[in-house]
């Protein structure tokens, strides 16, 4: 499975809940979704890491890759981009700390120079929001779905790059 495939749960979620939510008159119901997205795209975004990191071991050995499936197995969400710099990324080497630091410096300058938005922040807003939502059962009242919906297209492209990354 490519780590792409990941996303599919929730663009879907998101595909359904684009048709819902405009027409949702309560506002605090609105603010739930925005939270509810939140932890449907941190979950996929960490599905993906998993599955980059553990393609990589794997493909440049089968006891590497037996080792990185049973470390990756109990991340719990921690996925925050100086978590991936220093806890998982430096394991296998400061070429690839380098490498995604430079990666995503470039990705985030385009983007930035296409979209007016930064990847950097729009990834780690979303990983905020989430354990707000998820860990303190905070409601983020300054959030709107749709800024919720486009952070997590706008943070896709850190995992991107992580995967650009963690090629043989």
Partial sequence: ????????????????????????????????????????AVTV???ALKEIFINFARNKHKVLGSFTE???????????????????????GEKYNKRFDRKLDEAAKAYLLANRRDIKNSYTNLITWRNDFAHEGK??????????VQAYQDGKEVIHCLAETMRR
């Fill in 1 to 40: 499975m490519t780590y792409t495939n990941h996303f599919q749960h929730a663009d879907d979620v998101i595909d359904h809940l684009n048709g819902i939510v405009p027409n949702i008159q309560d506002p605090l119901v609105r603010i739930k979704y925005v939270g509810f997205v939140s932890v449907a």
């Fill in 45 to 47: 975004y960490e599905l």
């Fill in 70 to 92: 049973n470390y990756f197995d109990r991340i719990n969400g921690r996925i925050k981009i100086r978590v991936i710099q220093c806890d998982y990324i430096k394991k296998f």
């Fill in 139 to 148: 409601l983020n009242s300054n959030t709107t779905y749709g800024e919720v």
